[in-house]
């Protein structure tokens, strides 16, 4: 058996029962099923990759995950994610703009950003000139809005107890990424430095941004620190900047992916929470570091 294609499904949603997971199984011939975590995530193996759109087409609709990972090395050294709509329900940025009374103008350029329609370190330098003499406040208000996402802290924590390394990489800001690393445990944390005066941002950022190409780097250069093949690695994300850290890292997964990342990335996380990561590594909840 090469191939295991596990089922996650939205908890709050619907129940992961046998007669669904016998249905995808099915239609995919694979093998007898393996319980992770009792009506909420299942693997089976499968002789060779399915057609995960027949997989899906099985479930009828229901809010259920479905991942395919190689059978061999699915526990991964190394874990690189974005942190705005990945690891934080929000963008951060959005956040700022609709403090500053400007969200929908910001929000508009971020979608666009996000689904590659634009270039993402022109589209990032206009939002933060947008935001030169907001008050730095605003950072604090941004930031008690922002919440993270479920999962996140179990998923970095049991990564970690397994011998993981651990790592945030964002094209926000190193205001936000600092606070959510050290609340979720991450080893280390990349992203940009928004300026201020002291008083007010200067609608500017440092140079050079923090980009995709800067994702990857960061992938690579952990990988290397751990003496990893990238095939260990796993990388999550949501947006256009994101896509080449996926399509390199051995298990690359979108989490509420944008367009883009959609149609080019085939491990997704559309309904499930961010434990459908440590599921499509194999990790059974009884193992789960709890948030």
């Given at each position: 058996?090469?191939y295991v294609l596990t089922l996650v499904a939205a908890r709050d949603a619907v129940s992961l ?242 367009m883009l990342v959609a149609e080019t990335i085939q491990n997704r996380v559309e309904f499930a ?19």
């Open positions: 058996m090469a029962s046998t007669p669904i997971i016998d249905q995808v199984r099915d239609a995919v011939r694979g093998a007898t099923p393996r319980t992770l975590s009792p009506g909420e995530a299942a693997e089976f193996d499968v002789f060779e990759p399915p057609d995960l759109a027949t997989a899906r087409a099985a479930l009828q609709g229901k809010p259920i995950d479905v991942l395919l990972t190689r059978s061999r090395g699915r526990r991964r050294g190394l874990l690189v994610a974005d942190m705005d709509s990945t690891i934080v329900t929000s963008e951060t940025l959005d956040e700022l703009a609709d403090i500053a009374g400007i969200g929908e103008q910001i929000a508009a350029i971020t979608r666009r950003s996000m689904n590659g329609e634009l270039d993402f370190r022109e589209a990032l330098r206009t939002r933060v000139a947008l935001l030169k003499g907001l008050d730095v406040s605003a950072l604090e208000t941004a930031w008690a809005r922002t919440e993270l996402t479920p999962g996140a802290k179990t998923l970095v924590a049991t990564m970690r107890r397994h011998g993981a390394l651990t790592a945030l990489v964002s094209g926000g800001f190193t205001w936000f990424t600092d606070r959510v690393a050290a609340l979720c445990g991450f080893d280390h944390h990349r992203a940009n430095t928004l300026l201020d005066d002291g008083k007010a941002l200067t609608g500017e950022v440092t140079e050079p941004i923090l980009g995709s190409d800067t994702k990857l780097e960061t992938l690579r250069e952990m990988a290397a620190l751990r003496g990893l093949r990238m095939t260990a690695t796993l990388a999550v994300g949501d947006g256009a900047n994101d896509l080449p850290m996926l399509q390199e890292a051995g298990l690359g997964i979108g989490y509420r992916p944008k929470d961010l434990r459908a990561l440590l599921f499509a590594q194999g990790y059974p909840s009884t193992v789960f570091v709890d948030d």
